[in-house]
């Protein structure tokens, strides 16, 4: 399990230019679908609990708390505010067995075996449903002297986004990772003190305005 550390930025006609000057290395084009699940009460979402499913691979990210040794004021605590920190877990026994824990009304059936049931009978037995699809195009680069991933995003709904990026192993160091994304975003020429939106929540927000303020109401974005 690992910490993904990052934060977002908005694309610019001079963003890929940019990356060029400041000498990072372009890794790679890719095409992917993302769908993502919750309970129709939103039982994980209103959890900060994200679970995807992208090129037939289970991942389920975590919402982690802040590090006590981490700074937190001046300029130190303004680039925390900028980032997320989600805790990411990709087995799927242990992502199930963290869902079950989240979500009560699971439906047993202690008379089907594993071999019997479809890939995914799991869902319908946690009452899990997908509540989001939607495609990306990402051109992926990498900073090498910094250790940083850098993604740009563009979604098949019209939303082009930046990510920088640090995984961090679980029990490392994050306030590394966040200087050496707050390093890179001065790089990049990056200004704002407001956190960039992420590609679901401008996707909840144009598609599913109910969820999306409900998750607002209850601080999850």
């Known amino acids: 399990?690992?910490?993904?550390?990052?934060?977002?930025?908005?694309?610019?006609?001079?963003?890929?230019?940019?990356?060029?000057?400041?000498?990072?290395?372009c890794v790679g084009q890719r095409q992917f679908r993302?769908?993502?699940?919750?309970?129709?009460?939103?039982?994980?979402?209103?959890?900060?609990?994200?679970?995807?499913k992208r090129k037939g691979c289970w991942e389920l990210k975590c919402p982690t708390t802040v590090d006590g040794s981490e700074e937190t004021s001046g300029e130190k605590s303004k680039a925390a505010a900028l980032c997320t920190r989600y805790k990411e877990i990709t087995n799927l026994p242990e992502i199930q067995l963290r869902v079950k824990e989240v979500i009560k009304d699971v439906c047993e059936d202690s008379e089907a075996s594993a071999s019997q049931e479809e890939e995914e009978?799991?869902?319908?037995?946690?009452?899990?449903?997908?509540?989001?699809?939607?495609?990306?195009?990402?051109r992926s680069f990498t900073l090498e002297e910094e250790g940083v991933q850098i993604d740009l995003?563009?979604?098949?709904?019209?939303y082009h986004v930046g990510e920088i990026e640090v995984l961090v192993p679980d029990g490392g160091d994050v306030q590394s990772a966040l200087e050496k994304i707050e390093r890179t975003a001065q790089k990049l020429g990056l200004t704002g003190d407001q956190r960039v939106e992420?590609?679901?929540?401008?996707?909840?927000r144009r598609k599913h305005p109910q969820h999306y303020a409900k998750l607002l109401s209850e601080h999850v974005l």
């Open 153 to 158: 995003d563009q979604a098949d709904f019209g």
């Open 198 to 204: 992420g590609k679901m929540n401008v996707y909840l």
């Open 121 to 138: 009978s799991w869902l319908s037995k946690m009452n899990l449903v997908c509540f989001a699809e939607f495609t990306t195009e990402r």
């Open 34 to 52: 993302d769908q993502y699940f919750d309970t129709p009460k939103f039982g994980l979402t209103l959890r900060d609990m994200w679970l995807r």
């Open 1 to 25: 399990m690992s910490v993904e550390v990052e934060r977002k930025f908005l694309c610019s006609a001079d963003t890929l230019k940019t990356l060029e000057e400041i000498g990072a290395a």
